[in-house]
């Protein structure tokens, strides 16, 4: 089992639907992070949460929201979602921000296709 | 200006040579930086990480740090054809943010 478990590996959603992605570590983590990456662009980073904390908001659309209950825990709540925003969604977990080593460590990720 | 820039490639490289991959990044304040390999179709795999000026050496990989010229290096030795792959530069900013570049695809020719 790898240390960051997310699931569903693949979902496919209409734009009027809502759904939820689920992220999981088992590293002792204290920062978790949500990423989505489309082809040809960079990783980009969507939210940040320092102990449960977030800590950061790059500018995400309304449409995308996240819920962190707990440390190891990460949600990102879909709901009128476009064509757009179908990508491949990575959760990632480090140390906490400031405090050790900051290295992130990845989960397999959601591919997520909006029809 | 772009936060993290790398060569987007492909590098092709012979097996057996060493393959040098670069990546340059704008904030000076930079602390941390990674390097990641992503196969296609998977999520990215933590490979190196580099902290202070110099170099850094696992196994095959080499990382070096120039932190006056904002610049990290992953070299691979003895490259393989299961190193194909794109590689990942990452930096965590003054921001505490993790940026990454759009990664540098490479080839190792058999």
């Known amino acids: 089992e790898t240390g960051v478990t997310q699931t569903p590996r693949h979902l496919v959603m209409g734009m009027t639907n809502k759904k939820s992605l689920k992220c999981e570590q088992h590293l002792g983590h204290n920062a978790m992070y949500w990423y989505k990456q489309s082809a040809k662009k960079p990783l980009e980073l969507m939210f940040v949460y320092n102990f449960k904390e977030q800590t950061e908001n790059n500018s995400v659309p309304s449409r995308f929201s996240p819920e962190c209950p707990n440390s190891s825990h990460l949600f990102l709540h879909l709901h009128t979602l476009q064509p757009e925003d179908s990508a491949l969604y990575l959760c990632?977990?480090?140390?906490?921000?400031?405090?050790?080593?900051?290295?992130?460590?990845f989960g397999q990720g959601t591919r997520l296709t909006v029809v | 200006q772009k936060e993290v820039e790398q060569n987007s490639g492909p590098l092709s490289v012979p097996e057996g040579a060493i393959a040098s991959l670069n990546c340059t990044y704008s904030?000076?304040?930079?602390?941390?930086f990674f390097w990641y390999r992503q196969y296609s179709g998977k999520s990215p795999e933590l490979i190196m990480s580099i902290y202070s000026n110099g170099d850094k050496e696992d196994g095959r990989f080499t990382a070096q740090l120039n932190k006056a010229s904002q610049y990290v290096s992953l070299l691979i030795r003895d490259s393989q054809p299961s190193d194909s792959a794109t590689y990942l530069c990452?930096?965590?900013?003054?921001?505490?943010?993790?940026?990454f570049g759009k990664g540098t695809r490479l080839h190792i020719l058999p």
């Open positions: 904030d000076r304040g930079s602390q941390s």
């Open positions: 990632a977990s480090s140390q906490a921000i400031r405090v050790g080593n900051t290295e992130a460590f």
């Open positions: 990452a930096v965590l900013n003054r921001d505490d943010k993790i940026i």
